[in-house]
């Protein structure tokens, strides 16, 4: 039986790299292209391992701060202070999209702090 293939482009930013400053927003994470590939030979029951720790800023904030960045949406990833000089302003408590499971991962001092962690 033929596999579908699964593509992560539009879910998946193709680096975790901050599009400004360069720093790895997410250590241990997999780009989408080692998304792609690990989804072409992978069964349905194995998962692809995700790494959080005290290193990563992953994190989502409302569509209306994003916008502000200039980056369209999956335009690449900002670390926190990138984000922050893009906006002009600190990010507070209320700029982080409620329920979203990214932020409530482990993440850099900057980002709990951010976060309101």
Do not use: Q
């Not at 593509?7 to 292209?33: F, H, I, M, Q």
């Not at 916008?67 to 369209?72: A, H, P, R, Y």
């Amino acid at each position: 039986m033929k596999r579908e293939f699964i593509s992560a482009k539009g879910v998946t930013p193709e680096s975790w790299l901050c599009v400004d400053c360069g720093v790895n927003t997410a250590p241990g994470y997999p780009t989408r292209a080692e998304v792609d590939a690990a989804f072409g030979v992978l069964s349905n029951r194995e998962s692809i391992p995700l790494h959080f720790g005290p290193e990563s800023e992953i994190y989502t904030v409302r569509n209306a701060v994003w916008e502000k960045t200039g980056l369209g949406r999956y335009g690449g990833c900002l670390c926190i202070g990138c984000l922050e000089k893009r906006i002009g302003r600190r990010l507070r408590h209320r700029d982080f999209e409620p329920d979203h499971p990214f932020n409530s991962t482990p993440g850099t001092p900057r980002l709990l702090d951010r976060r309101g962690d």
